[in-house]
């Protein structure tokens, strides 16, 4: 998708895939994370995990910068990303987005029967309507 101004809204389709690379990201930066927590605990070999944690992190702050400038998701997944440090919020970010994407689109309040009427059609249920009224 293209970042600027006429960007427009990317599909479910487009929206999946991008999910689907920040949870892959999230969950390589959770091992990452996971593999410094037992370095700490241990005094072994901490800076490199610590550097492959830290490169991760900074991947998924792309991520969801880069998705958020696309219009796939708001910045507001870029700051939850950023207060839980990565991976957690990521997963929390993902989960939620695709359980709104996957949820069905609730039928327009002024039909409840779900079938899509013309704007003319409508005009004429209301016209008939305030004739029985009368």
Partial sequence: MPTGRDATAPSDAAL?????????AAIADAVFLVGLLVALATGTAVSVLGALYLLGFVYLLYLAAKGAMDRRW????????????????AVIGERRMRARLDAPAPAPASDPSGVHRTRKEERKAATERRRADR
């Fill in 16 to 24: 999946r895939i991008s999910l689907n690379v920040v949870l892959g």
């Fill in 74 to 89: 708001g910045w507001s997944y870029l700051a939850l990303i950023a207060a839980t440090l990565g991976p957690i919020g």
